[in-house]
């Protein structure tokens, strides 16, 4: 079966560093997104991998090890507007439909 | 405005009354799917589309039917709702241009079937 695993939830302080992280086991892989998801709105595009390392983009980076089956999701400089839920996501094959994970929902404090 | 529209963006209804959420793109994307997303178990997909006239299940399409009778538009139909279809229900769509593709979602549909 298809399995993709987040943390339920984090907290972390304004201004701080959060990681956070995703392990996928899928029949077959052809990389990985992450969403970000307010409450009650869209889902929208944050990132993609499909390929080992790092991709940076402003205060966010997310990481692949394909070999792992692992990934993260870095914000830097948390600001309240981060608040909000972050959803991994993998492709198995090239035309098949995305796998989302349950998503994790961060708590940004003062 | 390049968008994804769905319609209505709130339904309550009852029980066994067909209903039709429709989802319109205007980007001439190729693929379109819907979602419904529940507390704690995540995005799941319900059905997807290629191209115009063709469909595929997603995981979970047991009481959905959808059509493609033209690339913009990939309407839901629920032919009789039940209160388990109580959910909030994302239509995406992707230029389809290899794997690199993001999807774009609309901004959500929540149905409330009583």
């Known amino acids: 079966g298809q399995n993709i695993d987040q943390p339920t939830e984090m907290t972390a302080t304004e201004g701080a560093i959060v990681q956070i992280n995703c392990t996928y086991q899928?029949?077959?892989?052809?990389?990985l997104f992450w969403y970000q998801q307010h409450a009650g709105e869209a889902p929208t595009f944050l990132s993609y991998?499909?390929?080992?390392g790092l991709e940076e983009k402003g205060r966010f980076s997310s990481f692949l090890s394909r070999s792992k089956g692992y990934s993260y999701l870095l914000l830097k400089e948390l600001q309240m507007k981060d608040s909000a839920s972050y959803l991994c996501a993998v492709r198995r094959s090239g035309n098949t439909p995305l796998v989302f994970g349950k998503g994790t929902r961060l708590s940004v404090i003062a | 405005e390049a968008q994804v529209t769905q319609n209505p963006r709130y339904l309550i209804t009852v029980t066994g009354k067909k209903l039709t959420v429709t989802c319109s793109q205007n980007m001439n994307h190729e693929y379109m799917s819907w979602y419904r997303q529940d507390p704690g178990l995540g995005l799941r997909q319900i059905y997807y589309?290629?191209?115009?006239?063709?469909?595929d299940k997603g995981d979970v399409p047991e009481g959905y039917k959808v059509s493609r009778k033209e690339k913009r538009n990939f309407p839901l139909i629920l032919e009789s709702p039940s209160p388990n279809q109580t959910s909030l229900y994302f239509c995406?769509?992707?230029?389809?241009?290899?794997?690199?593709?993001?999807?774009?979602f609309g901004p959500g549909t929540r149905l409330t079937v009583l």
């Open positions: 995406a769509s992707s230029l389809y241009k290899g794997s690199t593709d993001e999807q774009f």
């Open positions: 899928t029949s077959g892989f052809n990389g």
């Open positions: 589309s290629m191209n115009v006239e063709v469909t």
């Open positions: 991998n499909v390929l080992d």
